[in-house]
């Protein structure tokens, strides 16, 4: 099991890497960095050059991307423009070759939420088609898995529950598609986290926060815990991302020990 800091809400600087931010990570004991995806795909040449220059040079790893599509890209509803983000994954998706990235989170509710008139069942077959027809040739291409992130339902008007997340990957049904349990949005939804133990087998990546993206800290809360035991339980022993908000780098070393000892590692 590696853990993992997501850079996307931890930082004020929104459109270039944050390399005081980065130090914190690796001083904190992290195995590797979650950029945002559009991030990655926005930076000028030089300074991606820059960002894989610096990781090569660091003990961090890059193992997954977060936030994978701008809101300015349409995936449901009359305006949906399957080619234009087909487009924008072929250059983002190289990018995370290079970092050495394997992991793409599909969480993207700007670009995925459905719009006024648009049934869920269209919805669904509509990123049902894209995922088979556009996005998993590429990550088959560049040795990616897509996890599909449910979020919560006051950021969200589709695909908030690990039950809902499932249905997408269920109708995709290919092994490039994945889930990803985000505690955040299942504490948020009230979800049952005995689901956690009914899709393990599908299970790719976790992001770990309390309710409001904070830390848990001095311990986590009791359903955030039961949270930690059931996916203990179900022998996860993959990517482990924490994705909150600015925190001191003494909190952030702190909370790595927590989570780790919650589950066993």
Do not use: W
Request: aromatic content about 10%; glycine content about 8%; charged content about 25%.
């Amino acid at each position: 099991m590696r853990f993992g800091y997501c850079t996307g809400f931890a930082t004020p600087v929104k459109d270039a890497a944050d390399y005081g931010l980065l130090r914190d990570i690796e001083g904190a004991g992290y195995d590797y960095v979650e950029f945002p995806l559009a991030l990655v795909a926005a930076l000028p040449d030089r300074s991606f050059d820059e960002v894989e220059a610096y990781l090569k040079d660091s003990r961090l790893g890059a193992d997954a991307c977060s936030n994978m599509f701008p809101p300015t890209l349409r995936l449901t509803g009359p305006a949906a423009d399957f080619d234009a983000a087909a487009d924008y994954l072929r250059g983002a998706f190289r990018r995370m070759e290079r970092i050495g990235a394997k992991t793409i989170v599909f969480g993207s509710s700007g670009a995925r939420n459905l719009p006024q008139g648009t049934p869920r069942e269209e919805g669904l077959r509509q990123l049902t088609e894209f995922l088979l027809r556009h996005t998993v040739p590429l990550l088959e291409e560049h040795d990616l898995t897509l996890a599909v992130e449910p979020i919560g339902s006051y950021e969200a008007n589709f695909i908030n529950t690990l039950r809902d997340g499932m249905e997408l990957v269920v109708s995709a049904n290919h092994p490039r598609v994945r889930l990803l349990a985000d505690s955040v949005h299942v504490l948020y939804e009230g979800e049952d986290v005995g689901d956690l133990a009914r899709f393990a087998p599908y299970l790719r990546h976790v992001h770990v926060c309390e309710d409001l993206r904070a830390l848990p800290l001095p311990a986590p809360s009791p359903r955030l815990a039961e949270f930690l035991r059931v996916l203990k339980e179900t022998g996860y022993d993959g990517g482990v991302s924490f994705e909150p908000v600015p925190y001191p780098r003494a909190d952030m070393a702190r909370a790595l020990e927590i989570v780790r000892e919650r589950l066993g590692r």
